[in-house]
């Protein structure tokens, strides 16, 4: 009898949570390109990632952070028990991500810092538990002392770089009072977090243009001058009655 070749692995298996449907598609068009990744459902909420995660069994959870109702911390130690998890967001703050990986995430991934080749070899590398970081979180291994392996942890340095936005986490002004409208809320949040122009338009899904545009229309509206000083009037920092 001819000799038959072996069958290779089946395709790697992957559900992508998001509540942004565009991003959704995105990534089931992204990976779904390849022959050897399946996106097998998208879910809009961690519950909805839970339900389908126990239903369909993946090999691989893609993960964000904030969504409606259960978001993707809550979520995150049940999807864990079932598949290795990557966050896939763009919340950057040092506690979020010392958080998500307290909680099992294997990776952690903000969008506008990975390409879409990085993007897939990362998802390919979860099949074997093997973790994913963007760079700029500062993400180190330390022995566990509770095993033989290493475990991730968030430098400090990268608490300091990312003061902004644990600052952002915390704010407590009412948005309304700037009379931003949705979209520069969303891009004066990302603006605070440490994003760069663009960052954020890989992050919003438009052109650098128009995120120049949204930044000139919220400097005007936050009477600043500079991004540092829209950021002290955004988190709530800057002096009262500061002007420049």
Sequence with gaps: MPDQALPGPPPLRVLVADDNPVVRAGLTALLGGHPDIEVVAAAADGEEALALAARLTPDVVLLDVRMPGTDGLTALPGLARLAPVMMLTYSREPEVVAEALRRGAT???????????????????????????????????????????????????????????????????????????????????????????????????????????????????????????AIAHWLGTAREGWTR
């Design 107 to 229: 990776g952690y991934l903000v969008h506008g810092e990975f390409t879409a080749a990085e993007l897939t070899t990362a998802v390919r590398n979860l099949r074997h538990a093997t973790p994913t970081f963007t760079k700029s979180l500062g993400v180190s291994y330390e022995p566990n002392k509770n095993s033989s392996h290493m475990q991730p942890t968030v430098s400090q340095s990268s608490k300091v770089r990312l003061t902004y936005a644990a600052a952002l986490h915390r704010r407590t002004p009412n948005q309304s009072d700037f009379g931003l409208s949705s979209r520069e809320v969303e891009v004066m949040d990302l603006i605070a977090s440490g994003m760069s122009n663009r960052q954020i338009a890989a992050t919003c899904f438009i052109s650098e243009k128009t995120v120049k545009n949204h930044i000139n229309r919220i400097f005007a509206k936050l009477h600043s001058s500079s991004r540092s000083e």
